[in-house]
Every structure is written in structure tokens, then in C-alpha cells.
């Protein structure tokens, strides 16, 4: 897979080395906010946070595409900075604000983010999209009007095997231009 740029993406996390099915004994209670609601769950010290938020929550747009830290299918937003889930350990969001792309619904109804990715055919097979859609609703909360080239730097390490990125950095314009309709 060619990357929208060879350039920086989420933010990944240097300290676990634990695998996906890795078990530790020592568990912790994990309180923390998803998608808006406080939870409390005890979680293995080892659990990554794209298991707990798939296996324990049950938040499955989340996605892990490659062995970990390089496509991208993984982002959430962590306190409003895109994150990539696979690289960090649940028990490292002890009192943090987790949001996935369900999270990014508007009352149950697609967000002007998703429903451009939708229009613009901005998704195909669509394994890539919640991690993209995540990213790319990092860029517009900081940044609501991107260039193109901005928009490439922000998702540089998000991966598609579908679209050549020209429809994705076209959703995400056309987000931005329905976002400052609608504010
Ligand atoms: S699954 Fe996290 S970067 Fe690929
Ligand atoms: S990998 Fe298929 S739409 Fe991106």
C-alpha cells in the first residue's frame, strides 16, 4: 500500500509490546469516557485498547489492519488527538476521553464527516474509513478549513488499498465546506 504521503500520521505509542492476545495476570480498573459515557471496567495491564474497545466495549468500526503502527485502521481520538489504538494499552486511558467512529454520529445519524465520505466516495471496501474518518475529524476540530496539502500531512499515515486518496481528500474538503454551512 502507497500512503496518502510519506508522512507522520496518528500519534503511536512506543510502550506496549504486548500482542493482541497477550495475557497478564495483573488486571486494573479502567475509568474512563467512550463515545460521550463513563465507563468502569477491569482490563488486563496488557489488553491494547483496540481489543478493549472492540472485545469489552463492543465498539467494532475500530480496525486492525496490519501487525501494528503502520496503516492506520486503528485511529480514535484520544482527548481530540487521533491515536492509534493497536499501539497503546487500554489501562493508559485511566481517566482519558476515548472516542471511535461510532462516537461520531450526529443523534444516530451520520456526521457532514461521514456522509461526505459516503457522497464523495471517499470509501470503497471502506476497511480503512473509521480510522480515517477519525483522523480526519482530528484535523477539522483544529484546523476547519485544510488545504489539500494539510489534509495530506494529517492522514499520512492512514493507508488505503481502494481509493488513490483523491476521493478521500475530497471528502474531507467537501466536510470542511459543510461544516461552515452548518456553524
Ligand atoms: S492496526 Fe494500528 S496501525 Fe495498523
Ligand atoms: S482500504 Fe478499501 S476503502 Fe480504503
Do not use: W
Request: net charge neutral; charged share 25%; glycine share 12%.
Amino acid at each position: 500500500m502507497t500512503s496518502i504521503v510519506a508522512e507522520q500520521g496518528p500519534a503511536a505509542d512506543p510502550q506496549p509490546t504486548a500482542g493482541s492476545g497477550a495475557k497478564r495476570r495483573a488486571r486494573s480498573i479502567l475509568a474512563l469516557v467512550v463515545n460521550g459515557r463513563e465507563r468502569e471496567d477491569v482490563v488486563p495491564d496488557g489488553m491494547l485498547l483496540l481489543d478493549y474497545l472492540r472485545e469489552v466495549v463492543g465498539l467494532t468500526g475500530t480496525k486492525q489492519g496490519c501487525d501494528g503502527g503502520e496503516c492506520g485502521a486503528c485511529t480514535v481520538l484520544v482527548d481530540d488527538q487521533p491515536r492509534l489504538s493497536c499501539s497503546t494499552l487500554a489501562v493508559q486511558m485511566q481517566g482519558r476521553r476515548v472516542e471511535t467512529v461510532e462516537g461520531l454520529t450526529h443523534g444516530g445519524r451520520m456526521s457532514p464527516l461521514q456522509q461526505a465520505f459516503h457522497e464523495s466516495l471517499g470509501a470503497q471496501c471502506g476497511f480503512c474509513t473509521p480510522g480515517m474518518i477519525t483522523a480526519a475529524e482530528a484535523l477539522l476540530r483544529r484546523n476547519p478549513d485544510p488545504s489539500r496539502e494539510e489534509i495530506k500531512e494529517a492522514m499520512g499515515g492512514n493507508l488505503c488499498r481502494c481509493t488513490g486518496y483523491v476521493k478521500i481528500i475530497e471528502s474531507v474538503r467537501n466536510a470542511a465546506a459543510a461544516r461552515k454551512v452548518r456553524s
